[in-house]
């Protein structure tokens, strides 16, 4: 059966207009695919699986620390083992590694004076390792030699430390005399690194 063409839409030109007999069934399948296109666009243009929203972070993932290095000054002294308490345990609830570090002050000339220092330090950083070991941090021991508070500063700077923790001064009168300005002291004015200072009976 043919389709019937409307004679009149050709006098300017138009494109001629089909018109379709009802009961053809033309009409019809024209409307089926246009039905079939809007399904394809919907599906096309529905969220994907990669546009959903991702699950919330793992709450138990380990937050990223404040310190990545701290540099712990010790002696041996009680103040001393305190530092390397309070530096632990900053290094342990920030994921940080120590460096314990001893200082053999060599203005003091004599050789018998120099070589205990050293045995003194040795012990003390032995035992600074041992700590870290304990807690699962990592300690390294350090050693320099010559003046306490340059020693420090220029480890500070030399090696990117973040903190600082050395143990208050308890002087004598005599070192009062030879050093007015204790160790924490130089160390605070001297530095651009944070300094903690810790006490013996101090909690961090």
Known sequence: MSADIDPDTNRHGAEPTVRTPEGTGLGAADDDRDA???DADDRVSGPSP??????DADPTAPAVGLFERVLVVTDGTETGEAAVEAGIDLASAHDATVDALYVVDTTEAWDVVVERHEREGEAAVEAAEARGRERGVDVEKRFRYGTAHEEVLGFAD?????LVVLGSARRTGLDRLVRPEPLPTRVQRGGSVPVLVVGVDDEI
């Open 158 to 162: 030399a090696h990117d430390v973040d």
């Open 36 to 38: 079939d296109d809007r």
């Open 50 to 55: 990669a546009d959903e929203p991702t699950a």
